[in-house]
């Protein structure tokens, strides 16, 4: 081979030897050449207002540098082996000084590649942003800014106000509620803020709502300037509380609003009884609960917010694949693949790429699959679904099956079909023993979907509803209560379910009534907590 011509097979035996010492040297010369810190706003709150290039970077970090500010659905999108750290900056208490923080940021640049530092709205909107700019560029290190959208316009936006308005507000100022001289607080300068077309909106406020309404009517802004202060805005916590100057700190500590919020002053407040629309989903004040595998963001959960609701996710457990190798001979011999969820497809496929085959091993071979969902997974490794049975208990499904079977294989009365069905290794159901009335079939266990440590407390006082979308769910995280806790728990708190399996699961542990979606999926459950409510 030396002496062929091939000058990089050469290369690769010359250096073969300290190959590994050639490979750290490459990556050291790469995390030093290209390494870069973005400083990302992670928008107000609700996890959409995001930006496309946010996102993208959130996606592909090594290392994730975040505040209690940014929305923790963001953090669902970044990748298995991404550190995140929590720096939990809120108003006054910083768990970590800034000055650490801009030492994190430097240490972390020089371990990795791709640094997102990400913060709640706007980087640059009294986010300190600047700050750390200044302390990464002292340091020699890139950075880059993507901007955010900054809760000062956007909670205004999602209580219905515009900030400004023909003819009401020409301009809008935005105003730290705590200015911090060395040790002393000062005041803003209220002064300067009498002009009655000038929307003001206050950021890091709350606990000086009084001192700043005040100062507003001293300086001479009229007693009845509409006001009002947004807590927990555009997010399904959202709570507003409506007055004028004169009534907003008597209304704002009754009604105990909490952090982060806001204080927007001016005529365009008024606008709102015209203008709001985020309250008026049909799931608004609801608190639900939606037990989920893995730890990406539940479509589920996405779902019911975008109705209104207020979601916490519980993970209970995790998918693991199961590695097998299949020949292209064995494959040659399968009349039918039967997929019942798109991890059966995606692990199957994995398995066959690490046999070192393709989709072109299944050319022969009829695909079978249920729902949508699973078809759309197959159609991503090239592959159309020659069959989607309508039904999926075992019973009608091995009906429809033999049927499709019969009718394929009309030439050939006396062939008894090969049919492989990749699912996970601890899924019950009898479907095999049911085809095996009829044609030769095997499981294959492709992935496993093994529990996890849950963190969030199933507390009967706190939900509306709790959603299960798979038996293992149920189990692991209602199993461990006392069956009279049970019982408490779905005499107050409507437990829905996503189908059969699932019920019989929750019927098992003694949990009645459940509320089982007429049509088993995501969407289904939806319609039937919207037709409830
Ligand atoms: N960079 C941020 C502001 C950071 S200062 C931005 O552009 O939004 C922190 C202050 O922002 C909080 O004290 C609060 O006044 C405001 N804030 C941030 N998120 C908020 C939210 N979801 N609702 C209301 N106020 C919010």
Not at 66 to 72: E, K, T
Not at 190 to 207: N, P, Q, R, V
Not at 519 to 528: F, P
């Given at each position: 081979i030396r002496e062929s011509s091939f000058p990089n097979i050469y290369l690769c035996l010359e250096k073969a030897d300290s190959e590994k010492q050639v490979l750290e040297y490459r990556q050291g010369k790469e995390k030093r050449m290209a390494s870069m810190v973005y400083l990302v706003g992670a928008g107000p709150g609700d996890p959409g207002l995001v930006t496309v290039k946010g996102l993208e970077l959130i996606?592909?970090?090594?290392?994730?540098?975040?505040?209690?500010?940014?929305?923790?659905?963001?953090?669902?999108y970044a990748g298995m082996d991404c550190e995140r750290i929590y720096v939990g900056k809120a108003d006054r208490h910083h768990t970590l000084p800034q000055e650490q923080i801009n030492e994190l940021l430097v240490e972390k640049a020089k371990e990795y590649h791709c640094v997102v530092r990400l913060k709640g709205g706007d980087v640059f909107v009294f986010g300190r942003g600047g700050e750390e700019g200044l302390y990464l560029r002292e340091h020699g290190i890139s950075y880059t800014v993507v901007p955010g959208v900054t809760s000062a316009i956007a909670g205004p936006a999602y209580a219905g106000i515009p900030v400004t308005h023909r003819g009401v507000a020409t301009s809008f100022r935005v105003i730290t509620g705590h200015?911090?001289?060395?040790?002393?607080?000062?005041?803003?300068?209220?002064?300067?803020?009498?002009?009655?077309?000038?929307?003001?909106?206050?950021?890091?406020?709350?606990?000086?709502?009084?001192?700043?309404?005040?100062?507003?009517?001293?300086?001479?802004?009229?007693?009845?300037?509409?006001?009002?202060?947004?807590?927990?805005?555009?997010t399904e916590a959202q709570e507003i509380c409506e007055g004028t100057l004169e009534n907003l700190a008597d209304r704002v500590e009754e009604a105990k609003l909490t952090s982060p919020a806001l204080i927007i002053v001016g005529d365009v407040v008024a606008l709102r009884r015209q203008l709001h629309f985020f309250e008026e989903k049909p799931l608004w004040g609801k608190h639900y609960l939606v037990a989920k595998i893995g730890p990406k963001p539940s479509r589920l959960a996405a779902m019911l917010r975008a109705k209104g609701a207020y979601t916490s996710e519980c993970m209970t457990g995790e998918i693991v694949g199961v590695p097998a190798v299949y020949t292209a001979q064995e494959l040659a011999h399968v009349d039918v693949l039967l997929f019942t969820s798109a991890n059966g497809v995606d692990y199957f496929m994995k398995n066959v790429f690490a046999s070192g085959l393709d989709a072109r091993a299944l050319f022969h071979t009829r695909c079978a699959v249920i729902g949508q969902k699973t078809a759309e997974k197959l159609r991503e490794y090239g592959i159309c679904a020659d069959f989607m049975p309508e039904h999926s208990n075992s019973t009608n499904l091995a009906q429809e099956l033999k049927e499709y079977l019969d009718q394929e294989f009309r030439g050939d009365p006396f062939k008894r079909a090969v049919i492989w069905y990749p699912t996970a290794k601890n899924a019950k159901d009898n479907l095999v023993d049911t085809l095996l009335s009829f044609c030769d079939c095997g499981r294959l266990n492709v992935y496993e979907n093994v529990p996890c440590p849950m963190e969030v407390p199933v507390d009967k006082d706190v939900y509306d509803a709790i959603f299960f979308t798979c038996a293992s769910s149920a189990e692991r995280m209602l199993g461990s209560l006392k069956p009279q806790e049970r019982e408490t728990l779905a005499s107050v708190t409507d437990i829905y379910s996503i189908g059969p399996k699932c019920s019989a699961a929750?019927?098992?542990?003694?949990?009645?009534?459940?509320?089982?979606?007429?049509?088993?999926?995501?969407?289904?459950?939806?319609?039937?907590?919207?037709?409830?409510?």
């Open positions: 996606k592909k970090a090594d290392c994730i540098i975040y505040d209690r500010l940014s929305s923790p659905e963001l953090l669902g200015q911090k001289n060395g040790e002393d607080l000062s005041e803003p300068d209220f002064t300067t803020m009498s002009d009655s077309k000038e929307t003001l909106i206050f950021l890091m406020g709350l606990s000086r709502v009084r001192q700043i309404v005040d100062g507003l009517m001293q300086a001479g802004r009229s007693r009845q300037t509409p006001a009002a202060v947004i807590s927990h805005a555009t929750l019927g098992e542990l003694g949990v009645s009534p459940v509320i089982e979606a007429a049509v088993n999926t995501y969407e289904g459950l939806v319609d039937c907590v919207l037709r409830k409510e």
